[in-house]
């Protein structure tokens, strides 16, 4: 199938940016993971989970997310994860985590067969989850958050030196688009010099111009920092230069934990900490925006298919243990005690430094599912 430029919508126009044709190729699926054979019930449910069919459970959870997702409440990220757009943690007086990022509330669900007096049923799991986005802003806000100088230090050319580094690792992989386009572009890295030093070729073979004359040119109201690096995209040898002023970045965009730091990570944690009934009744507020229950909500995709879900969760006994505390083996034969620190969750080190490390002459795995014999072998 063949689609020529002026067959496409004017968003696919916007997004692809040139002339071009759009080709689509469609062909027969016989991968087991993207089919839905959905009368095969019994592979669906088998005990073994090597031989186990998912496609009845990826219909479930595919189904569960439609609701959120058409109405553009939430984002959705991977295996059943999904997030409320804007939504600060309830028990925080802000998302705010610094460096340019967000924290936004939401569910992790899946889809599960178990044992009932009745029968098999497909229950639905969900439990409530934190994730750190980019703030959709404008992209020298978040470079201000991000650096947490005055930017009028930039003056100084080790600074400037420290700023582009940073700045470069921030925009790698960043969606962003203009303020005045739709156009969604990822930037490579920011120049190493200031725009004020940056020159480029209106046309082809065409005489060379500042970049700050160029962008003055266009937006004569805007005001640009001649003092400040420059957005660059490379495709092949040739750069084209951006003012951060002008740049906003899309929203939607998960941090990935390889670009955070220790400092995030231990602020994250902090405001991710949640006692048992307070993420009860946010799994609760969760399930009731998805529309998946609530008195005075109701699901047309669900309904559909004729499909809901319990108001009333189902029960089940648990054991919580506590933590051990645990033993080393310390100087002149004597044996150091790590006690849990229930406050913190943690074990507490009380300055004692470990040199070597522990040996298991011995380990003991538990299991209480005796018809699992993949555990039992």
Same mark, same amino acid.
């Given at each position: !199938?063949?689609?020529?430029?002026?067959?496409?919508?004017?968003?696919?126009?916007?997004?692809?940016? @040139?002339? !071009?044709?759009?080709?689509?190729?469609?062909?027969?699926?016989?991968?087991?993971?993207?089919?839905?054979?959905?009368?095969?019930?019994?592979?669906?449910?088998?005990?073994?989970?090597?031989?186990?069919?998912?496609?009845?459970? $990826?219909?479930?959870?595919?189904?569960?997310? $439609?609701?959120?997702?058409?109405?553009?409440?939430?984002?959705?990220?991977?295996?059943?994860?999904?997030?409320?757009?804007?939504?600060?943690?309830?028990?925080?007086?802000?998302?705010?985590?610094?460096?340019?990022?967000?924290?936004?509330?939401?569910?992790?669900?899946?889809?599960?067969?178990?044992?009932?007096?009745?029968?098999?049923?497909?229950?639905?799991?969900?439990?409530? /989850?934190?994730?750190?986005?980019?703030?959709?802003?404008?992209?020298?806000?978040?470079? *201000?958050? !991000?650096?947490?100088?005055?930017?009028?230090?930039?003056?100084?050319?080790?600074?400037?030196? $420290?700023?582009?580094?940073? &700045?470069?690792?921030?925009?790698?992989?960043?969606?962003?688009?203009?303020?005045?386009?739709?156009?969604?572009?990822?930037?490579?890295?920011?120049?190493?010099?200031?725009?004020?030093?940056?020159?480029?070729?209106?046309?082809?073979?065409?005489?060379?111009?500042?970049?700050? @004359?160029?962008?003055?040119?266009?937006?004569?109201?805007?005001?640009?920092?001649?003092?400040?690096?420059?957005?660059?995209?490379?495709?092949?040898?040739?750069?084209?230069?951006?003012?951060?002023?002008?740049?906003?970045? &899309?929203?939607?965009?998960?941090?990935?934990?390889?670009?955070?730091?220790?400092?995030?990570? =231990?602020?994250?944690?902090?405001?991710?900490?949640?006692?048992?009934?307070?993420?009860?009744? @946010?799994?609760? *507020?969760?399930? *009731?925006?998805?529309?998946?229950?609530?008195?005075?909500?109701?699901?047309?995709? !669900?309904?559909?298919?004729?499909?809901?879900?319990?108001?009333?969760?189902? /029960?089940?006994?648990?054991?919580?243990? =506590?933590?051990?505390?645990?033993?080393?083996?310390?100087?002149?034969?004597?044996?150091?005690?790590?006690?849990?620190?229930?406050?913190?969750?943690?074990?507490?080190?009380?300055?004692?430094?470990?040199?070597?490390?522990?040996?298991?002459?011995?380990?003991? =795995?538990?299991?209480?599912?005796?018809?699992?014999?993949?555990? &039992?072998?």
């Amino acid at each position: !199938m063949i689609l020529r430029y002026n067959e496409l919508s004017s968003e696919i126009q916007a997004y692809l940016g @040139e002339t !071009m044709e759009v080709h689509i190729t469609i062909s027969e699926c016989r991968e087991h993971a993207h089919t839905f054979r959905l009368r095969d019930f019994a592979s669906s449910v088998n005990r073994d989970l090597t031989q186990q069919d998912h496609s009845l459970r $990826q219909f479930f959870e595919i189904l569960t997310n $439609q609701s959120g997702l058409q109405e553009g409440t939430h984002f959705g990220f991977g295996t059943g994860r999904v997030f409320r757009r804007d939504s600060a943690p309830q028990d925080n007086n802000s998302n705010d985590i610094r460096g340019g990022k967000k924290l936004l509330a939401g569910v992790e669900k899946g889809v599960r067969f178990i044992d009932r007096s009745d029968g098999l049923i497909p229950a639905l799991v969900v439990d409530s /989850k934190r994730g750190v986005f980019y703030k959709d802003q404008q992209l020298l806000r978040s470079l *201000e958050e !991000m650096f947490g100088r005055d930017m009028q230090e930039l003056s100084n050319p080790d600074i400037f030196s $420290q700023f582009v580094k940073r &700045a470069s690792n921030f925009v790698r992989d960043l969606r962003m688009y203009k303020f005045d386009s739709t156009k969604v572009f990822v930037p490579n890295y920011v120049s190493k010099r200031p725009i004020r030093d940056l020159r480029c070729r209106l046309e082809r073979n065409g005489p060379t111009c500042s970049v700050l @004359e160029k962008f003055f040119r266009i937006y004569p109201k805007q005001r640009f920092r001649s003092d400040l690096p420059a957005v660059v995209v490379k495709r092949g040898k040739l750069e084209t230069y951006f003012p951060v002023e002008l740049l906003v970045i &899309a929203e939607g965009q998960r941090v990935p934990l390889a670009v955070q730091s220790a400092r995030d990570t =231990a602020n994250i944690i902090k405001k991710c900490v949640v006692k048992p009934m307070k993420r009860f009744a @946010e799994i609760r *507020e969760n399930m *009731e925006a998805l529309d998946l229950c609530g008195p005075s909500r109701r699901n047309p995709y !669900m309904e559909a298919f004729g499909v809901r879900v319990s108001q009333t969760p189902l /029960k089940v006994l648990g054991n919580r243990r =506590a933590a051990p505390d645990i033993g080393f083996a310390g100087s002149h034969g004597k044996t150091v005690i790590s006690k849990v620190d229930r406050n913190k969750a943690n074990w507490t080190c009380n300055n004692n430094q470990f040199v070597l490390p522990a040996r298991l002459s011995r380990f003991f =795995a538990f299991y209480s599912d005796v018809h699992d014999d993949e555990i &039992a072998k």
